[in-house]
């Protein structure tokens, strides 16, 4: 069995992947119902998730994406059933930039050992292609547990959450304890704002808050938290830092339990 993985159930049939060995601290999510399972996100690719996910279920796995960027989708290629929202599909089929690959394979990011076999300089997302396209209020049915699609644009055009009727929602990278990544091009705080605020009213019927970085599960509060931030940030209420990144210089809003980040100019 991989070490490089680490399983954990965050509910009953809900098993949280995640890659502590690395300062990403990406999570995936095997979601298994009684006739199907979905795996939201496939990791960086380091290991293989295909052989451990196989382990784990024999019901047949349908890969759904939270969004197209390269630390969710570097096993996807294992794959043969792919879904992601429509407004990204084309992007699986692009190499990712190769500097932020470079980046991510310093050795300092690395915070234990790789798995044998993997060499950091060979490191590359292969492409895949999605079969199935995605779209706001669209259902994923696993036979005893639907998993209902929300379009939630802000971090990238095409993000998704899955919102399970049992009170789970999985945020992708559009909510998690940690800085908020709002800065990309395709980024627009605005937008980002809009969708916290139609999350933050998620909030009084979910149980659980699942991320695709850093701890799990989250109490929901923090979507309240998250939609205030946006709001206090926007109305100019709130001081924010200038720091220095790989994407350029940009301003970094720091709340009690997450941050943002956002372009210096926008
Ligand atoms: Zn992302």
């Not at 298994?32 to 990791?43: C, F, K, M, Q």
């Not at 992708?172 to 304890?177: K, L, Q, R, V």
């Not at 909030?203 to 799990?216: C, F, I, K, M, Q």
Request: with cysteine; glycine share 8%.
């Amino acid at each position: 069995m991989s070490e490089w993985f680490e399983v954990r159930e965050v509910d009953g049939d809900v098993l949280a992947i995640s890659e502590p060995r690395h300062w990403e601290q990406v999570i995936s999510y095997l979601i298994v119902g009684r006739e199907a399972a979905v795996l939201l996100d496939t990791g960086m690719g380091i290991d293989d998730i295909q052989q451990l996910t196989s382990s784990l279920t024999d019901k047949p796995i349908t890969v759904v994406n939270s969004h197209y960027h390269w630390d969710h989708i570097g096993d996807n290629h294992r794959f043969e059933h792919i879904a992601i929202h429509a407004d990204e599909a084309s992007l699986l089929e692009h190499e990712p930039p190769e500097g932020m690959l470079l980046e991510a394979m310093r050795p300092e990011n690395f915070w234990g050992a790789t798995p044998e076999g993997f060499d950091p300089a060979q490191y590359s997302i292969p492409l895949s292609t999605a079969d199935r396209l995605l779209k706001e209020g669209d259902v994923l049915d696993l036979g005893d547990r639907r998993l209902k699609v929300l379009h939630t644009p802000g971090h990238s055009r095409g993000s998704i959450c899955l919102l399970s009727e049992d009170g789970l929602l999985f945020t992708g990278d559009t909510a998690y304890a940690g800085p908020l990544y709002a800065h990309f091009e395709e980024s627009e705080s605005q937008v980002y704002r809009e969708t916290m605020k139609r999350m933050s009213a998620l909030a009084g019927e979910l149980r659980l808050v699942l991320p695709s970085h850093n701890e799990t599960p989250l109490d929901p509060h923090i979507l309240v938290e998250m939609a205030d931030g946006f709001k206090q940030i926007a109305g100019g209420a709130v001081g924010w830092q200038r720091v220095q990144s790989q994407w350029g210089p940009l301003r970094r809003y720091d709340f009690d339990r997450f941050g943002v980040l956002l372009p210096l100019g926008r």
